[in-house]
Each structure stands twice: as structure tokens, then as C-alpha cells.
């Protein structure tokens, strides 16, 4: 029976055997690795950046030779359609479009290699040239161009540049740290610029090929921004199928350059806007309505490329009414505002209204009422001055008061209705309720028979008021009886 200390040493012996397998494993994993660096340093060391075609190798494969000879020969044939009864993927016509779109591309990144090499070298001689002037293919012309020359006023660059680009280089040119390039590096970047106007001059000739024939691929789309416009779209997106998956925010962007303003306003500078402002609706819109033209566009331009994307409406009519709703919506927008027409008055009331009556309503006329001698005061006699509170015609005027008679005020202010019902209600809850009297009452009563006699006067005249007899002892009591003698 084996011990513990056995099963302890025969463990250990497993271990170091698997950790030598793993230590062999890792050996071979490491040659391996060790390996693929050495292909690709070997691969990195055979690139050379000073040679043009290890950097631009495009011009030199089948691909890119047998589609240009293919587009060659169909501009020379014209834009003849034969295959109308074919779906449009198992045309060969539509097969050569979209590999016309694909060499679009990739003659577009090629040219941003070319440019990038065209850069490096130019970059000892005028080293600002490059954050001034953005796209490649203007870059390309500037530098052939300028070539080696040191002083700018003698190099016309009218038609290249617009004319604040061309000043500021001009200016820019003058104070530069740049030296002249070696002759060898100066002809390696003209035929690099070469190149790159030549890969140009190839996708504009792709581009009016795929133009020729958008008619029948993209009848919407080319109904709505135009056949060259449709087919700058569809080879920056990289074919109909992809331009109808892109969302309507980046259409409006497909070509989109960056603009250099060189210090100068951005108020007239159109940013945002990509192949659409070449449109003849972009053109023909109001500077103002622009940018909205440019959204609705981009937005119709994405719906009509889902249509031709499934060969929806090959006729074109989702296009044609989708362009005149386009129009539409821009003539709405510039007309004028209507104008506020004045509200009228409202027509009145031939019934009489309803009107609230009652003593409530009494009293409230009664209080409100105008007096006499406001009535006076809003009165005006003809030809006759009135007399003001501040006099020549100042302050607050008395109307008609005064005029009449002596010249004073003379308005009888008698006591209206209300007053001596308040006057009245007055008295009894001063003289009723308490049990006083007035002062001027006496509580003496003089008879022809009894003499003088102290009464109550509110007693006796309620004894008269019910019809009953007096007494000699009145109900409320008598103080004191005095018989005349």
C-alpha cells in the first residue's frame, strides 16, 4: 500500500513532465512567431517609400485595366440598352456599373496614398502649402504647378485656386522656411502628381459611364438631383444597394469638402452640403432656403434610391412626383405670410338681453347713481366759458355749475331715498331698541281732567296706535299723580 509521501512524489513527477511539454509547446509557438515578424520586417523593409509604384500599385492590376477597357468601349458603343427584359442583378450592364462604383472607390483611396506621398516630399519645400490647400487632386496641380520656383508672382495659379487661396499662398510663399528639393526628389513628386491627375481623369470617365447609364438604373433618383449628381452618389456610397442603406444626415454629406476660409466670413459659406448643391434645384433655391432645400433633398433622394434599389418604379414616376412635391414645398416657403385681416365687431343682439331686477338692483342703481350736480359738471354751455378749479382754463372744469343765477353754486341737494331709509333705520336702533328718548320729548302729560301726570310717551302712543282707553296707572307704572287744585 503506498504511503502519502509516495502519492506526493509521483504528483510531482506529472507536473514537471506536463510543464515540459508546455515549455516544448511554447518553444514552437515562439519560432513560429519569431518567424511571421521576420516575413513581415522582411515585407515593411521591401516597401519602399521612396519608390511611386511599391506605394501606388492600382494602374498596374488586371482588375483595374480590363474595367476601364470595358467602360472605354461601352462610351464609344453608347448608351444603347439591350438587355431591358433582364433583372437587373443578372444584367451585365448592372454588373459593370457596380464594379465601376468599386473602382471608384478604390481609385479615390489611391489617390489619398498618392497625395499623402506627394506631401512628404513637397513638405521640405513649402511646408505650410498642405493646411492650405485640402483636397489632393488641387494639391497634385498646385505642386506640378509650383515645381521648384521660390517666388510665387511669377507662377500663375488663376484657375486653380480661387483667388483668396492663391493670395494667402502668396503671401504664406514669401516668409516659408522650405528650401529648394533636389532634382531627383522634384521628379518623383511631378510623376506622382501626374499619377494622381491620371487616376483622376480615370474615375471622371468612370463617373460619366455610370452618368450614361443611370437613366436605367436609378430613373428616380436621377429624376429628382439629375443623372451626373446620381451618379457622384452612388460611387461615393459605393453602389445603389448602399446608398439605400445610408440614412438621408449622411446623403446630404456624400462629397462634402473641407473648406479652407483662410481667415475670411463664414457667412456666405455653404458647410454641410456635399454633391446636392449641384443640383439645379439646390441652384435655383434663395440663398436663405438653402440649407432646408439641401435637408429635403437628400431626404426625397433617399427614398427614391430604396425604390430603384428594388426596381420599384423603373419608369421613373416616384422620382418625377417626388421632384414636384420637392418644388412645392420651396415655393410654399417663399410666400409672404398672410396678412392679419382685422377682427370684425361682433353682431349685436337684436333681442334685449336679460337684465337683473329686484330691490338689490334698485339699491345699486340708487348708489351708483349720477347726482345733479355731477350731471351740472359734465355739461357745456355754447359760448359760454366754463370756470376751472384752477382758472384760464386750468385744472379740473365745473361745466354748467355756476352759470345759472347768481353766479353761485346753486343745486338742491335733496335727500334721496336711500339716504332717508338709512336715516330712518338709524334712529329706531338708536332710540327704539336701547328704551331713550329723544331729547326733545317730554314725560309730562297735560288732561283736561286728572292734572299732570308723569308717563311713558312710547307707551301712550302704542295705546293710541291699538285703540284701547287710558288709565288713570299706565301699564308701565306712574311714577306720580298731581291733581290741580
Known sequence: MATLADSFLADLDELSDNDADVIEEGDVDAGNMEEDIDGDMADIESLNYDDLDSVSKLQKTQRYNDIMQKVEDALEKGSDISNQGLVLEDDPE???????????????????????????KYRLKFP?????????????????????????????????????IIMVVSVTAST??????????????????????????????????VESRMGYIAPNLSAIVGSAVAAKLMGTA????????????????????????????????QFRVGYIEQTEVFQTTPPALRMRACRLLAAKSTLAARVDSTRGDPSGNTGRSLREEIHKKIEKWQEPPPAKQPKP???????????????????????????????????????????????????????????????????????????????????EKNYGSSGATS??????????????????????????????????????????KIKRT
Open 94 to 120: 448592372y454588373q459593370l456599373i457596380v464594379d465601376c462604383n468599386a473602382l471608384s472607390v478604390d481609385i479615390e483611396n489611391e489617390i489619398i496614398i498618392i497625395h499623402n506621398f506627394i506631401r512628404d
Open 176 to 209: 516659408t522656411s522650405g528650401k529648394p528639393l533636389p532634382e531627383e526628389v522634384l521628379q518623383k513628386t511631378i510623376d506622382a502628381c501626374d499619377r494622381a491627375l491620371a487616376l483622376d481623369a480615370a474615375k471622371k470617365k468612370v463617373l460619366d459611364f
Open 345 to 427: 365687431l361682433p353682431v349685436p343682439d337684436s333681442e334685449p338681453k336679460k337684465k337683473r331686477g329686484g330691490r338689490r338692483l334698485r339699491k345699486m342703481k340708487e348708489r351708483y347713481a349720477l347726482t345733479d350736480m355731477r350731471k351740472l359738471a359734465n355739461r357745456m354751455q355754447f359760448g359760454v366759458p366754463e370756470e376751472s378749479s384752477l382758472g384760464d382754463g386750468l385744472g379740473e372744469g365745473y361745466g354748467m355749475l355756476g352759470q345759472a343765477g347768481s353766479g353761485k353754486l346753486r343745486v338742491s341737494a335733496g335727500q334721496s331715498k336711500l339716504a332717508a331709509k338709512v336715516a330712518k333705520k338709524f334712529k
Open 439 to 480: 331729547g326733545l320729548t317730554s314725560s309730562l302729560a297735560f288732561t283736561p281732567v286728572q292734572g299732570i301726570e308723569l308717563t311713558n310717551p312710547q307707551a301712550h302712543a302704542h295705546q293710541l296706535g291699538s285703540g284701547t282707553q287710558s288709565t288713570y296707572f299706565s301699564e308701565t307704572g306712574t311714577f306720580s
Open 238 to 269: 459605393g453602389g445603389l444597394s448602399a446608398l439605400a442603406k445610408m440614412p438621408a444626415c449622411n446623403v446630404q454629406l456624400l462629397g462634402a469638402k473641407k473648406k479652407n476660409l483662410a481667415g475670411f466670413s463664414t457667412a456666405t459659406s
Open 128 to 164: 505650410e502649402l498642405e493646411s492650405l490647400v485640402h483636397h489632393p487632386i488641387d494639391y497634385a496641380r498646385v505642386v506640378k504647378k509650383i515645381g521648384n520656383e521660390m517666388d510665387l508672382t511669377l507662377v500663375d495659379l488663376e484657375g486653380l485656386l480661387p483667388s483668396a
